[in-house]
């Protein structure tokens, strides 16, 4: 999953959103100076990582993009999934998605120098071009694809695929719907044993 979903499934425990938000910028065991509960965090989306990657229907949703994208076929879904979130955000929260993600930057604006380098320029980025909120939309997608693009130097041709969410949108929709209510169910029970069996 991405980094909207990621925010998501921490529900709204700051130390966990943070360890969950960071874990990507952090290797091995380099988490060993934050906090219990940022440690949690990580290790809460590793889980969360492991347990899509395995995922059925996840996988289901890869094989339905063009080959062209290869091994980066798992990164797209992600931000595709993002989005499905994101369009769909009042089935999952009873907070609009502008003041989620408004809450979202100004906590990171805050504990910025508290969090990993590459984890700071990541803010920067996301704030400037309200990154969660646009997640809803295709030309918010079409700007992650093409940055991602960018960063492979063209070799992963992922900003062809805002052409797949337009052609497979209704598909991959529903195996994003079936999907995270798998996902949550998991999530909930990776937190209480996190959070209550120390």
Avoid: C
């Amino acid at each position: 999953m991405n980094f909207l979903a990621h925010l998501y499934l921490s529900q709204n425990n700051t130390n966990i959103l943070i360890g969950n938000f960071i874990a990507d910028h952090i290797r091995g065991n380099n988490f060993l100076m934050f906090s219990k509960e940022i440690q949690q965090g990580i290790f809460l989306h590793r889980e969360i990582d492991t347990f899509t990657d395995a995922h059925e229907i996840v996988r289901k949703s890869k094989r339905r993009l063009h080959k062209r994208y290869r091994h980066y076929n798992g990164v797209i879904i992600d931000i595709l999934y993002d989005h499905f979130l994101a369009k769909n955000w009042t089935n999952y929260s009873a907070i609009p998605l502008d003041i989620y993600t408004q809450g979202i930057y100004n906590l990171f604006t805050k504990k910025t120098t508290e969090l990993p380098v590459k984890s700071q320029q990541f803010i920067t980025y996301m704030i400037e071009y309200d990154i969660l909120y646009n997640y809803q939309f295709e030309d918010g997608i079409e700007r992650v694809l093409k940055g991602m693009n960018n960063r492979t130097k063209g070799k992963s041709q992922m900003d062809l695929a805002i052409e797949d969410l337009k052609e497979l949108s209704p598909e991959l929709e529903n195996d994003f719907t079936l999907f995270f209510e798998d996902l949550q169910e998991f999530t909930n029970q990776k937190l209480k044993k996190l959070l209550y069996n120390p």
